[in-house]
């Protein structure tokens, strides 16, 4: 029966070269290239977004996440009342604004 194929012989744990360490390397070097190169950016990009949010007053002209472009007349707790044309307001979710543009990106008001 073991013509072709040769028998396997099974290590111990204390004989596996690196024993425990060696085992869990890979997944530990994985989860570290993880944390430095998705999880740690990710947290600080929505850190700033939280921080850019809290600041939001009226007069700022910002960028929605659906494209609009607009300057706040009314900040509430969680909505801000966005004016996208002359007499035309809309309301729009405090955390629905992707960008702060700077002052005078809007003309003709």
Known sequence: MDLFVTPALAQDAAQAPGGMLGSFLPLILIFVVFYFLLIRPQTKRAKEHK???SKLQT???????GGLLGRITEVGEN????????G????VQR??????MPKGTLKGD
């Open 79 to 86: 909505f801000i009342t966005l004016e996208v044309a002359s």
């Open 88 to 91: 035309v307001a809309i309301k």
């Open 95 to 100: 955390f629905q604004v992707a960008q702060l």
């Open 59 to 65: 007069g700022d002209e910002i960028v929605t996440n």
């Open 51 to 53: 921080e850019m949010v």
